[in-house]
């Protein structure tokens, strides 16, 4: 499967998920202390797929360039596959001053040219420069993973103060053991502006991430289909 469709039917299962989650909270009634559970519940769920999210996302861009040569790619790409070329050649682990031969720079040179003119598929271990990947991811990052690929995120600050809460909620729940917040009063307390229910709210979170990514995947085919062999 096109690792594009394969990113969407990941996401589209992981949504269904979280939508079910969202039916059981809308559809019945809980004391404060079992919704306070079940939203946190519900955080870490949609958390999950903001994370999951964005370290899948490499895998769609990596199988889009894969047909494209070396040198039509992003300079930090590019520049990545290049310099690990050269620390592979013999000796290259060497000061300039240090080499015994000029041998060892010619055969950089041809290294490089020869890495220029191939596809992407025909260069081994390249993976690892097309990919920023990160056990915590928040917008910042994202951004920093699109500077890769000389984009440049485009949202509303809503969505960054959205995924911004989630990322800040999930690492209190997950990592602080944080007991004394009371979730829905937080999340109102967070988005007064917003006049939906705190579940309501979080729901529209999962589909801002949905709409994120795949905005990100658009723009990105976008900007280089030109390329693509």
């Not at 041998?103 to 990919?131: H, M, P, Q, R, W």
């Not at 979080?202 to 994120?212: A, F, K, R």
């Amino acid at each position: 499967m096109d690792k594009e469709l394969e990113y969407y039917d990941f996401m589209e299962r992981k949504r269904e998920k979280i939508h079910y989650m969202h039916t059981i909270i809308k559809n019945n009634i809980y004391k404060d202390y079992e919704i306070d559970i079940l939203l946190r519940g519900y955080i870490i769920l949609i958390y999950s797929f903001w994370e999951s999210s964005y370290n899948n996302l490499w895998e769609v861009f990596y199988y889009f360039l894969s047909k494209v040569k070396t040198a039509d790619l992003p300079f930090r790409i590019r520049n990545e596959i290049l310099l690990n070329k050269i620390v592979n050649i013999r000796k290259f682990d060497q000061k300039i001053n240090e080499l015994k031969t000029f041998n060892y720079i010619t055969k950089a040179n041809k290294g490089i040219e020869s890495a220029l003119n191939k596809v992407v598929d025909d260069i081994n271990d390249t993976e690892e420069c097309f990919k920023k990947s990160s056990n915590n991811p928040n917008i910042e990052i994202l951004c920093d993973f699109l500077k890769l690929y000389n984009m440049k995120l485009e949202t509303e600050d809503l969505i960054k103060r959205k995924i911004g809460f989630l990322v800040e909620a999930r690492n209190d729940i997950a990592h602080r053991g944080e007991t004394e917040k009371d979730y829905k009063l937080e999340i109102q307390s967070k988005f007064n502006d917003i006049k939906k229910s705190e579940i309501d709210i979080l729901q529209d979170i999962t589909l801002d991430i949905s709409e994120l990514f795949r905005t990100v995947i658009f723009e990105f085919k976008k900007k280089y289909s030109m390329h693509k062999q």
